[in-house]
């Protein structure tokens, strides 16, 4: 076991009870702020939203890749870093079966541009690589795919009248592994967040992953608004 890392079998109750009130914090934050998906727009149009979210997705899936690979060497705890090729492995095979599927339905799997915000946003998560590991997992594990497992569920209530096929897609195939990920860092801030000045910063970590993710989402709606 890494020497900074606690036992997990003494994990504190407290480290678990924070652990909890901050996924609360976070789904609080995130109520009705994913603009991507509309529920009440006519079937035609989400369908246009569902296949926006699908090439985003390819473009996601792609970067997770690669951000997952950069902060694996710079994870020093053992019990965590052995989790990480898993979720590496999980995000290139979503990215082979949106690929698959926009193909399948006729599409471009390569044609999605993202916003400069989009882009900024997996730039900067690459550019963490040497934060502490506490900071980067309350990011993204915990924060971004906590979010990502919100906003499966919603498209794949949204796209089952429209497009069931590629509902049971994220259903069956995806889903299941976002919550394993965000499992990632649940375990991660357990283990580490075990002082109030760590739960201080995993905080933070979260709400300046949320703030940067957000942002990233009112660009789309600013250009989805503008019918660009």
Same mark, same amino acid.
């Not at 040497?130 to 209530?157: D, H, N």
């Given at each position: ?47 246009? $939203? ?36 898993? $979720? ?37 998560? @690459?550019? @963490? ?19 990502? @497992? ?55 970590? @979260? ?22």
């Amino acid at each position: 076991m890494h020497a900074g890392l606690a036992d997990p079998g003494k994990m504190s109750g407290d480290a678990r009870r924070f652990v909890g009130a901050l996924a609360e914090e976070n789904a609080s934050f995130w109520r009705d702020r994913d603009v991507r998906l509309d529920p009440n727009a006519p079937p035609a149009l989400r369908l246009e $939203q569902i296949r926006y979210r699908m090439r985003q997705g390819v473009y996601n899936e792609l970067r997770s890749v690669e951000l997952i690979a950069a902060w694996i060497p710079h994870v020093p705890e053992r019990e965590i870093r052995e989790l990480l090729p898993g $979720q590496l492995d999980d995000e290139h095979r979503h990215y082979r079966l949106l690929r698959a599927r926009l193909v399948a339905l006729g599409e471009d799997p390569d044609g999605y541009r993202p916003l400069p915000e989009w882009e900024a946003l997996f730039d900067w998560l @690459c550019a @963490c690589r040497t934060r502490p590991t506490l900071e980067k997992l309350a990011m993204f594990q915990f924060a971004g795919e906590t979010q990502s @497992c919100e906003g499966f569920e919603t498209l794949i209530a949204l796209a089952r009248d429209v497009d069931p096929e590629t509902a049971e897609l994220y259903r069956a195939e995806i889903l299941p592994d976002e919550y394993r990920h965000a499992a990632i860092g649940r375990k991660a801030l357990t283990l580490l967040a075990d002082t109030p000045a760590l739960q201080a910063r995993a905080r933070a970590a @979260c709400r300046e992953m949320n703030d940067r993710i957000f942002a990233a989402y009112g660009a789309h709606r600013a250009r989805a608004d503008r019918g660009a």
